[in-house]
């Protein structure tokens, strides 16, 4: 007996898509989870994030298709701004509501007590990044080498803080502001002010709110991206969106196509600096490459395709 079975309807193409789509990250999923589910749904060949956001944590995550990820890095060395909750009296493994307990204090701090010890923590500071962190020792995360119950040993390195402050106090907990630059982990910031503190702490609730050029003002959510009629016209921004904070260079036709070509390109009038780096150049409104001006010339170090 033959059964005739209708067949499964084709998987959609995957389109070479561009640009960068500033996602919302929901509590309760990983970097690498939504970054999947956005190349889904709008159906794009390459991505990759700007920054891993933890499962706990929520706000933005920039994600890069396409050429946008030859800008990860210039986004990633940006700036991040935070808002987050520390729960006071337990200190745990992962320095956050994920871990285990690993010490507690009945003792609980005052609104001016935390605000009293936030100028130790601002400026350039040494920090011990967390145990459960991406850092790699000898090639392995120390995430993957605390789970398995190795003991792992962090050296402390230098962080900078730029902006800390209360925003909110109850006893049991306080909700903080933070701005930081590349590497600070807001957990680490939990875990110090407890200990500084005699009462220990770790995070309940972290919302990550700029990344570089991007805020949250820029973002989108699954949702916002699922319900749309075109997802790509509606989440999807241009390449140079992650290099905002870059110095701009202007170039007409003819010297993208000499960067194209592997050339570079000699800068003519007074504004030009002889060096500058990292420049990224732009032709009608499109990146064309990235690099740096020496000696009055642009030299690429990078060059998109389709600018």
Not at 219 to 243: F, I, M, Q, Y
Request: glycine share 10%; net charge neutral.
């Amino acid at each position: 007996m033959t059964i005739d079975a209708a067949a499964p309807p084709p998987r959609p193409k995957k389109r070479d898509l561009n640009g960068w789509v500033v996602l919302d990250k929901p509590v309760g999923m990983t970097s690498t989870q939504a970054v999947g589910a956005v190349k889904r749904i709008l159906g794009a060949k390459k991505a990759g994030h700007a920054g891993t956001l933890d499962p706990l944590a929520s706000g933005i995550l920039p994600i890069a298709l396409g050429e946008g990820t030859k800008t990860v890095p210039y986004v990633m060395d940006g700036r991040k701004a935070y808002s987050f909750t520390v729960k006071w009296g337990v200190e745990t493994d992962t320095d956050d509501s994920e871990g285990r307990p690993v010490g507690t204090s009945e003792g609980r701090p005052s609104r001016a007590d935390v605000e009293a010890l936030l100028p130790r923590f601002t400026g350039t500071i040494a920090q011990v990044p967390p145990r459960f962190s991406a850092i790699k020792i000898q090639g392995e995360r120390a995430y993957d080498l605390a789970r398995d119950g190795e003991v792992v040993e962090l050296q402390a390195r230098d962080v900078s803080i730029e902006r800390l402050a209360v925003v909110a106090h109850d006893g049991e907990t306080t909700e903080l502001e933070a701005e930081c630059g590349k590497g600070t982990y807001v957990r680490a910031i939990a875990r110090d002010l407890g200990r500084a503190l005699g009462c220990l702490g770790h995070i309940v609730a972290l919302r990550r709110t700029r990344v570089g050029p991007f805020a949250l003002a820029d973002a989108v959510t699954l949702d916002d991206l699922r319900v749309a009629a075109d997802p790509v016209a509606s989440g999807l921004k241009p390449v140079e969106a992650g290099l905002k904070e870059l110095a701009e260079l202007v170039i007409n036709r003819d010297a993208a196509a000499r960067l194209r070509r592997g050339q570079t390109v000699l800068l003519r009038g007074r504004d030009v600096p002889l060096d500058a780096s990292p420049v990224y150049a732009t032709c009608a409104g499109a990146v064309v490459a990235l690099g740096a001006i020496q000696s009055g010339e642009f030299v690429a170090s990078r060059v998109f395709v389709g600018g």
